[in-house]
């Protein structure tokens, strides 16, 4: 089997591994982290080191591919635009569990995330680097657009329009033909009855904007976020 990398060394980093395991196509080398020690594990699986290594790995190992296992949309596409620089020929593969239901004609871009029980109906098109969560559904005609992600138990209607680097919160409910703008969040257990436009957060039942975001606005915290402490400045992945 071909060698891959994991970016990312968390509890989102844990899912897409096993992930990779179930669908029986590639072989983890390693994982790469910023912030965990070298030659420590995750898993069986060793961190190599930070994205500074990353090209003589790649180079010295012979790895054709990528996943990156970070949650965060933004934090992810900037990953992704630097592995991109050091790494131009590296492949970003698609982990898709074996549980996953894809319908008929949907259409998937490169380094994306389909966790177990998610349906994905048919005539989709899901672009890059994108994140379907566990038990998540996605009507047909649906566009998610790159960097875009969709959380845990979310229901969508047909004919979604989901903004880049976009997210929908944990629960949340979305009616049929609606769109969603860039850089937009969808609060957990919303009821989406309207579209929202670019850069907004918007929550409730029904979902109605609660404030206005900036493009790199955060929205997953480490722990030590949660509870106030500033000097920490990692995302949950």
């Known amino acids: 089997m071909?060698?891959?990398?994991?970016?990312?060394?968390?509890?989102?980093?844990k899912v897409v591994i096993d992930i990779i395991e179930e669908q029986n196509q590639y072989e983890i080398f390693g994982?790469?982290?910023s912030y965990k020690a070298k030659d420590s594990c995750l898993f069986e699986y060793k961190i190599l080191g930070s994205e500074d290594a990353?090209?003589?790995i790649v180079s010295d190992n012979n790895i054709y591919g990528i996943v990156i296992a970070i949650g965060d949309n933004c934090t992810r596409k900037s990953i992704v635009n630097k592995v991109r620089t050091i790494c131009p020929d590296l492949h970003f593969i698609n982990a898709i569990h074996?549980?996953?239901?894809?319908?008929?004609?949907?259409?998937?871009?490169?380094?994306?995330v389909i966790m177990p029980g998610v349906i994905v109906n048919s005539d989709t098109t899901i672009?890059?680097?994108c994140i379907v969560n566990t038990n998540a559904s996605v009507g047909h005609d649906?566009?998610?657009?790159d960097f875009s992600s969709v959380s845990p138990g979310v229901k969508i209607g047909g004919n979604l329009e989901l903004g880049f680097c976009s997210a929908i919160s944990i629960g949340a409910t979305v009616i049929e033909n609606i769109t969603i703008g860039d850089h937009t969040i969808i609060g957990a257990a919303a009821v989406?009855?309207?579209?929202?436009?670019?850069?907004?957060?918007?929550?409730?039942?029904?979902?109605?904007?609660?404030?206005?975001?900036?493009?790199?606005?955060?929205?997953?915290?480490s722990r030590a976020e949660r509870k106030?402490?500033?000097?920490?400045?990692k995302y949950e992945e």
């Open 142 to 145: 649906s566009i998610l657009k």
């Open 98 to 112: 074996p549980n996953a239901i894809l319908g008929k004609n949907v259409a998937l871009g490169e380094g994306n």
């Open 192 to 221: 989406v009855t309207k579209n929202f436009p670019d850069c907004v957060v918007a929550y409730g039942s029904p979902a109605k904007i609660i404030r206005a975001r900036t493009e790199d606005d955060r929205y997953l915290f």
């Open 127 to 129: 672009g890059d680097s």
């Open 31 to 33: 994982l790469i982290d």
């Open 228 to 233: 106030g402490n500033r000097a920490v400045l």
């Open 54 to 56: 990353l090209k003589k």
């Open 2 to 13: 071909k060698k891959i990398i994991v970016f990312g060394a968390s509890g989102h980093a």
